[in-house]
Nanobody, 124 residues
Framework: QVQLVESGGGLVQAGGSLRLSCAAS????????MGWFRQAPGKEREFVAA????????DYVDSVKGRFTIARDNAKNTVTLQMNSLKPEDTAVYYC?????????????????WGQGTQVTVSS
């Protein structure tokens, strides 16, 4: 079992920044592909960013490229999402996800474990 706990959400004005963190349990964190997804009210959960097991490769949805940065620290079992230049349309619950086999994925179904989510609200 892998437990994921997100933190760092909150309320911020448009143009501001937030840094989300996800702490993972387990001794094999460095073997997991990790991803961030988000879900706005009334919408499907969508891919935001992903990072490979060693952090060498990353991927982002087009709408956040140049504004968000995903990173990981395998020594601390954490993955972070630095979000800059936030927009009201970034408002959502953000979820951390772990993929225990293979590479990372941009598909929700490609992940085995999920955190409970953290709310991000961007005011205009």
């Amino acid at each position: 079992q892998v437990q994921l706990v997100e933190s760092g959400g909150g309320l911020v004005q448009a143009g501001g920044s937030l840094r989300l963190s996800c702490a993972a349990s387990g001794r094999t964190f460095s073997s997991y592909g990790m991803g961030w997804f988000r879900q706005a009210p009334g919408k499907e959960r969508e891919f935001v960013a992903a990072i490979s097991r060693r952090g060498a490769s990353t991927d982002y949805v087009d709408s956040v490229k140049g504004r968000f940065t995903i990173a990981r620290d395998n020594a601390k079992n954490t993955v972070t999402l630095q979000m800059n230049s936030l927009k009201p349309e970034d408002t959502a619950v953000y979820y951390c996800a772990a993929r225990t086999t293979g590479y990372y994925s941009t598909y929700r179904g490609g992940y085995d474990y999920w955190g409970q989510g953290t709310q991000v609200t961007v005011s205009s």
